[in-house]
């Protein structure tokens, strides 16, 4: 297989971006343990003078490491096993009063305080067309600190062949549960990142993230038709312990007493059970090549947690990113119609009242969650929505000011020694319902509507504004009961009117974490990894089309 | 130093492939220095400068493969990347879809590089800003945009004495106009190899008249609607097609290619007699290296000849299993068109909606290649062949299949994304609802 042509995991239909290959990759195979701290000081010690040596006011050094491995199989082949590493340092500082950014791919004493004059020397430079000095909240020094994600086996230390045949033995499964055709991956990130500043901070922070995932695809050769049903796995802030099955860890799907199957799939929380995920898949894809076909209309649905993760990211992780809503995305992704003048009334409602949305970069085993963010700042949670009103943003430490506040929220990122930190999404969370509500409860109440579970297609408007949605299994329910699987579902809606139909949410027994690694902003493009967490929810009166066509 | 010489690139991989102590072994090598400066509020944003440098190995014994990447080009790191990918496909297990590595290959000539583009420096980057944001400030308009500009090369070697190289250079720039309130919204974008051929000022006016006329825009009702779209509009659609024409997936059923009761839809006539869309290294206006990244030459392919299907890319292994000619995945791609201008089809129609850009395209249903998107920044009206109102965006759910039988007529086909694609008039284009973006 083409080397290039496996990093685009489009071609397995886990997403539709392309995974990138950080930097300047470079490899230590096996030799995954974090450089000592005290040499990174003295590396950071050494820029951080450079820098104010040339007159900087602020700087700031991030040295970074950073690994990848890909296992990538189809069926009973393994296609590939890559292992990538980037490492250097990038040097971010003020200088009257304007930001300057540069990064060396050698890590030496020399050649970081090289960078570190290059950087004061662009932002004295670009000082000359300045008109808006930057104004940078104050964040405290904390010393010398550090920090890991708290897993419990880290997946590089799991042996290839171990992981080889796990990926094998759910592809087998699927294959004889009824699939025509399986790839599964795993990818593994370790980002080993050393943060200092000239407030005074030395952050030594071990991140991991995990995603095991596959797409099952199904074909009938007669009537020419195909069906894929992808993984409801999460990327994960977990280690190997994800993919250790555990009744705990997963919502058991409800059960047809009569058939035995479940009615609605089995759904994944902090443990991962990616054979019996496989199966399903299998099972499912094939059932839904006959499912009916759905009458388009408005429907009441209820979203899983698997598939509400992405509505949440597009229709308010990205409205209420700050500098999108200043208009410094424009020529990207676009602006949002979340501007000032709601957020400033505190009346506006985003949602219906009971409607909670809570951005936060601490959540344990979410994607987010660090101690610190790419700047220094603490990482804490804070209220985006609050019954349903609109009371803030996400903002860093050279916009807070714009907000009235004193402090960044600690949402600065970027991903790679190589590239410049900027105000990146956080996890960004529905909260559970107060009230005890299970999901066969929710389900009960319901007389026409669709339940859906997973993500599919997603598409949304340069303001945020217009949606469509997909998943990966439909229900419908009618009266109270699910009656069996649909198809060709997809609803579409508008951001405002799409939250305030909420009108129940289960609680926190069913809360679950959905995720991405690949969100993606700024030009030149970065990533960020990033969960949304949410029990299922119920949205009254949604437009639901229809998406088969004949050619 | 990024961008290295024929001659230096060849040293470094020889150098790799000394090392090599596996049956069969491949490098590739790719480096290039990247300039940008980003735009919005009228003002710099950011600017910098990424230069790159990195190679990558792949090493088999037998069947069992493996890769590893480095950064680092001193002996012992040159070593350490070859032993790294060594010990890693020993512990793979054997895939029999593996192919060994290519034996050496005459490529065509292809012109891709260019010392105007190379030759850009801060002081060129700021004044396409300046050029953008000038007019933008005077006419109380504001301005978000992007240059981005590459030199840099691709180089490969094989332990079958197989060695490549191509050096290349690209500008890449796009604004975004918006009024002062927010209710107006033009783009531009445009992609060159020669930055001879760009300016930035003749650029931004375009994007600037669309701001200006997409004020007071007013809804008309979603539906099947006759369209002109320009290539902006067409380009995401049409190249997601292009990611489709994969021949493994045609015969093993899950394309849109794949034929009830088996086989695949070669040779079928599926779209317009006016389609014709390949695939060539070596054309001026979209050059791209003649070789793809396992050393397969790569040569003029007609996808689509009159409507009819006539090839699909094949990978290697698929290939020699079926006894066929491999086809490597194309780098670039022409759409052939007629002698017309965009201004013509506007002229031609009746009633209509001209579309100067879709966004955030999505597959909905693959088995029809049905996706869903939207339009954006420059929406308008066609009456009795002149532009009426600008018109409030919609989101659109179509196939690009469906949309090819609907041709009403091609113009002459422009550049877009380093693809050939003419501005198109399409009869029933489905707009499926409003959306109250600017």
Known sequence: MDRREFLRLSGIGVGALAVPVFGRPRTLYGATTPIPSADKKILADAALNAARAKGASYADVRIGRYLNQFVVTREDKVQNLVNTESYGAGVRVIADGTWGFSAASHVDKD????????????????????????????????????WRTPIEKNPFEVPISEKVDLLLDVNAAA????????????????????????????????????WPTFSVTVVDPESGKFRSRDALSSPVGLGWEYVNASPDGKVLGMVNPATGQPRITTRYGSRYDMKEDAIFAAQQARESLGAKSVEPGKYDLVLDPSHLWLTIHESVGHPLELDRVLGYEANYAGTSFATLDKWESKKFNYGSDKVNLVADKTQPGS??????????????????????????????????????????????YADSWSSVQFQ????????????????????????????????????????????????????????????????????????????????????????????????????????SAVSHGSSTTRFNGINVINTERKL | MTILSQEEAKAILDKVLGYSKAEG??????????????????????????????????????????????????????????????????????NEEFVPVLGPQEYLD???????????????????????????????????????????????????????????????????????????????????????????????AIAIDKAVKSREARAIEPGKYTVVLEPAASIGLIRNMMFNFDRRRADEGRSFLAKEGGGNKLGEKMFDERVTLYSDPTVAEIPVAPFANDGQRRERVTWIEKGVVKNMYCERFWAQKNEIPSVPFPANGVMEGGDSSLDDLVAGTKRGVLVTRT??????????????????????????????????????????????????????PERMNGTLVPPMKIRDFTFSSLSDAV
């Not at chain 2, 531009?188 to 300016?199: E, G, H, L």
Request: negative net charge; contains cysteine.
């Open chain 1, 367 to 412: 994607l987010g969650a660090v101690a610190f963010d790419d700047e220094g700042v603490a990482c804490k949670e804070w209220d985006l929505v609050k019954d349903g009103v609109l009371v803030n943003y996400q903002a860093i430490r050279d916009q807070a000011h714009i907000l009235g506040e004193k402090e960044s929220h600690g949402c600065c």
């Open chain 2, 110 to 204: 292809s012109q891709g590089y260019f010392e105007s583009t190379a030759n850009i420096d801060p002081a060129f980057r700021a004044q396409v800003a300046a050029a953008s944001i000038g007019p933008c400030r005077e006419k109380k308009l504001v301005a978000a945009g992007y240059l981005e500009d590459t030199a840099g090369f691709e180089a490969m070697a094989n332990s079958k004495g197989l060695f490549a190289y191509y050096p290349s250079t690209g500008v890449d720039f796009s604004v975004t106009v918006r009024t002062e309130d927010g209710t107006g919204s033009g783009y531009v974008t445009r992609d060159y190899n020669d930055a001879a051929q760009f300016d930035s000022a003749r650029d931004s």
């Open chain 1, 175 to 210: 294959i004889e549960a009824g699939a025509s055709f399986v790839n599964s991956i795993f990818f593994q990130v370790n980002e080993q990142k050393y943060f200092a500043s000239t407030d005074g901070s030395y952050i030594d922070q071990d991140v991991h993230r995990f």
């Open chain 1, 111 to 146: 050649s970081i305080a090289r960078a570190a004059e290059r950087a004061v020397a662009i932002a004295k430079a670009n000082a000359k067309i300045q008109s808006d000095p930057v104004q940078l909240a104050p964040t405290k020094g904390v010393g010398e600190v550090s």
């Open chain 1, 424 to 527: 990146r999404m956080p996890n960004v969370s529905l909260r559970p319902g107060k009230q005890e509500l299970s999901v066969e409860e929710m389900i009960k109440d319901v007389e026409k509507g669709i339940f859906i579970v997973g993500d599919g297609s997603f598409s949304i408007d340069q303001q945020r504004y217009n949606f469509q949605f997909g998943g990966q299994v439909f229900y419908e329910i009618k009266d109270g009961e699910v009656t069996g699987m649909l198809r060709d579902v997809a609803y579409q809606s508008n951001t405002q009117e799409f939250w305030n139909s909420c009108v129940a949410i289960c609680d926190k027994r069913d809360y679950r974490l959905g995720g991405s690694y690949f969100d993606g902003k700024g030009q030149p493009g970065q990533i």
């Open chain 2, 359 to 412: 966004w955030y395209i999505r597959t909905v249903d693959p088995q029809t290649l049905l996706y869903t998107g939207l339009t954006r920044d420059g929406t308008f009206f066609i009456e009795d062949g002149k532009i009426a109102f600008p018109i409030k965006n919609m989101r659109f759910n179509e196939s690009p299949v469906i949309m090819l039988n609907n041709i009403e007529a091609l113009a002459k």
């Open chain 2, 25 to 94: 072994c491949e490098a590739n090598l790719e480096g290039s220095t990247t300039g940008n400066i980003r735009y919005a509020r009228n003002t710099v944003s950011t600017a910098g400068i990424v230069t790159d440098l990195e190679l990558v190995v792949q090493s088999n014994f037998g069947k069992k493969m493996a890769t590893a990447t480095i950064n680092e080009f001193d002996d012992a790191s040159l070593e350490k990347v070859v032993r790294r990918s060594e010990e890693l496909a020993k512990l793979a297990p054997e």
